[in-house]
């Protein structure tokens, strides 16, 4: 299963850049293009996680967010957390004048009991 988070890990990378793009008029990004970049994960696993894009200035306030989001304490409540894992990308766009565009994905997989 850490092959899984590590390729879902790799495929938010590209999700983000693709979001990026599409929140700056350079392309179009939906709600269907996510599910069908996802799908082959979803397949197998719970998916739940979550996006953040803000202006980079400080760290903190995004360990904060991401903190506070309790996605660490997703999972099975009777401890096998074995069938959990987690995957993490960042996507960073620099514009003219020191403006930083930061995007995080944060997920987490959950293998479904057959």
């Not at 790799?10 to 999700?15: D, E, I, Q, T």
């Not at 700056?24 to 979803?42: A, C, K, R, V, Y």
């Not at 996006?51 to 903190?67: A, G």
């Amino acid at each position: 299963m850490m092959i899984e988070a590590a390729n879902l890990s790799k495929r938010l990378a590209g999700v983000l850049k693709r979001m990026e793009h599409a929140a700056n008029h350079e392309g179009t990004f939906t709600e269907e293009d996510l599910q069908s970049e996802l799908s082959s994960f979803m397949q197998q696993n719970e998916v739940i996680g979550f996006y953040i894009n803000r202006p980079y200035t400080d760290i903190e306030p995004i360990i904060h967010e991401i903190e506070s989001s309790n996605i660490h304490r997703v999972g099975p409540a009777d401890g096998t957390e074995k069938d959990t894992q987690f995957a993490i990308a960042v996507h960073v766009r620099v514009f003219p004048r020191r403006v930083t565009s930061l995007w995080v994905a944060v997920a987490c997989l959950v293998r479904k009991k057959p």
